[in-house]
Every structure is written in structure tokens, then in C-alpha cells.
């Protein structure tokens, strides 16, 4: 059984910094690409940032400068890094990879549970 947990959201002050992690467990092969998405109520689900096995990444424009994504693959584990954040960041992060399980031969897209990130101003 993949899974998707994630760790690190809360409350914060506007210009305050939280690091949100997200470790893939369970029988896996291969992890391809590794995002976050964030969610606000009744609004559609939006990529915040993107990173590649190689380690290549992108951003939606709102978080550039201030939100870095990172993966360590050994660890099986994506990370965000945010930085200056401010009240209009306040959502439910999600984590979300491309997972190859052992024994599958297509890979299948899997999501974390969302951890609620409040950013007060």
C-alpha cells in the first residue's frame, strides 16, 4: 500500500517561514514527479511547485522567489520551503507524486492527506 504523509503546516505570522515535508512509504519502485497543490474552500485545487527526479522545478508565479520545492529521493521525501509568506498563502497543502508500486506497470498518481497552512496578518 503507497502512501502520501505529510508533516508541517500550522499557524504563522505574515513574513514568517513554515517547511512542509511529504515522505512516500510503502512498495515502491520509482518515484517520478513530485508537487504540492493547495486548496482553498470550494475553489478548484492549484500547482504551487513541481520538481522532477532530476531535480528540475517550477512555480506558479504567486510563490516565485519566496517558496523553494526539494526533493531527496533516497529518503523518498519532497519538501517546501516557504518563506515570506503571507495571508493570501493561508490553504490545505497537498503533496502529490507520480509512483511506480513494485509489481505495476503504469505509474499511478497518488495524493497526501493536506495539511492546513494559516498564515495570520
Known amino acids: 500500500q503507497v502512501q502520501l504523509v505529510e508533516s508541517g503546516g500550522g499557524l504563522v505570522q505574515a513574513g514568517g517561514s513554515l517547511r512542509l515535508s511529504c515522505t512516500a512509504s510503502g512498495s515502491i519502485s520509482n518515484i517520478r514527479a513530485m508537487g504540492w497543490y493547495r486548496q482553498a474552500p470550494g475553489k478548484q485545487r492549484e500547482l504551487v511547485a513541481v520538481?522532477?527526479?532530476?531535480?528540475?522545478?517550477n512555480y506558479v508565479d504567486s510563490v516565485k522567489g519566496r517558496f523553494t520545492i526539494s526533493r531527496d529521493n533516497a529518503k523518498k521525501t519532497v519538501y517546501l520551503q516557504m518563506n515570506s509568506l503571507k495571508p493570501e498563502d493561508t490553504f490545505v497543502y497537498y503533496c502529490?507524486?507520480?509512483?511506480?508500486?513494485?509489481?505495476?506497470?503504469?505509474?499511478?498518481?497518488?495524493w497526501g492527506q493536506g495539511t492546513q497552512v494559516t498564515v495570520s496578518s
Open positions: 520538481i522532477s527526479s532530476s531535480g528540475s522545478t
Open positions: 502529490n507524486a507520480d509512483i511506480l508500486p513494485y509489481g505495476s506497470k503504469p505509474y499511478m498518481n497518488y
